[in-house]
């Protein structure tokens, strides 16, 4: 599985960016996406999840401001991050799970992080 993330960039505080992440390659199928990020000097903290039945599930720093959601068609998720704050500025990586065939356990892949910067 390939994941190509896009839609970061530079922003001021208060703006919107929405990143998507578009899941190609060979695979059976598709279970929970997810949205990460890691600041500088900081542990990489996960933001959002949606679950293989469109559960959504924020982290509380995001909650009210971020919202992911998925289209299985597209095999793509995506996060509408609004109301930015400095703190949001990090670089964002997309988070897969999924099933190379039916008998195979889950597997999880990473794509290749974009950044996202809110000035103040």
């Known amino acids: 599985v390939q994941l190509q993330a896009s839609g970061g960039g530079l922003v001021q505080a208060g703006g919107s960016l929405r990143l998507s992440c578009a899941a190609s390659?060979?695979?059976?199928?598709?279970?929970?996406m997810a949205w990460y990020r890691q600041a500088p000097g900081k542990q990489r903290e996960l933001v959002a999840v949606?679950?293989?039945?469109?559960?959504?599930h924020y982290v509380d720093s995001v909650k009210g401001r971020f919202t992911i959601s998925r289209d299985k068609a597209k095999n793509t998720v995506y996060l509408q991050m609004d109301s930015l704050k400095p703190e949001d500025t990090a670089v964002y990586l997309c988070?897969?799970?999924?099933?190379?065939?039916?008998?195979?356990?889950?597997?999880?892949?990473w794509g290749q992080g974009t950044l996202v910067t809110v000035s103040r």
């Open positions: 988070n897969v799970d999924s099933k190379s065939t039916w008998a195979q356990p889950i597997t999880t892949h």
């Open positions: 390659g060979r695979f059976f199928n598709i279970n929970r």
């Open positions: 949606i679950t293989s039945d469109d559960s959504p």
